[in-house]
């Protein structure tokens, strides 16, 4: 578990760092744009978070995701997303698995008739056989998996600054 923590930090900084060396080597050309250097962190984020959200979404509909996941909003309620046939570890980042099926997988977790949580796989998407998958089509597949990483983080991030924010509340105790 800590290892995987570990491996989307690492990919959530590669992200970070190239969108800000695709800004800085952008031209700036009016003075709203200039004036970007003097803006805060949290406004940077929020500028790098929009910018994955219209990314994820224009991925969502050129993978047409939307077929199973009609509502564009309720992606985000999955616990997490993988990917079979394509390796996302740090050793073989990208490898097609030769023989196997191409698929966006979504996890989401489900009470089963005794009440208790189970793990249920959903297909976002089918893509068919690895070796005849479309070295582009494998890209877009991947950022779209990782971009949606990258989304949650920022939904996990969101949440713990609202929690440490209430504790600017006193917090009272009846006895």
């Not at 997988?105 to 479309?134: C, H, M, R």
């Amino acid at each position: 578990m800590v290892g995987s923590i570990d491996r989307i930090k690492e990919l959530t900084q590669r992200i970070d760092e190239k969108i800000a060396l695709k800004h800085v080597s952008e031209p700036t050309q009016d003075s709203s744009a200039k004036n970007s250097d003097k803006r805060s962190p949290k406004d940077h984020i929020k500028t790098i978070r929009h910018d994955n959200i219209n990314k994820v979404n224009d991925l969502y509909i050129k993978l047409s995701i939307y077929e199973k996941s009609p509502d564009f909003g309720e992606v985000f309620f999955y616990k997490a997303m993988n990917l079979s046939g394509i390796s996302l570890k740090e050793d073989d980042f990208g490898e097609v698995r030769e023989g196997k099926y191409i698929q966006i997988i979504a996890i989401t977790y489900e009470p089963d008739k005794n009440g208790k949580k189970k793990a249920k796989n959903v297909s976002l998407g089918y893509f068919g056989k690895a070796q005849n998958l479309d070295p582009e089509l494998k890209n877009d597949i991947i950022e779209f998996v990782l971009r949606w990483r990258y989304e949650k983080a920022f939904q996990t991030l969101e949440h713990y600054e609202e929690l440490i924010d209430r504790l600017d509340e006193p917090i009272t105790i009846e006895l």
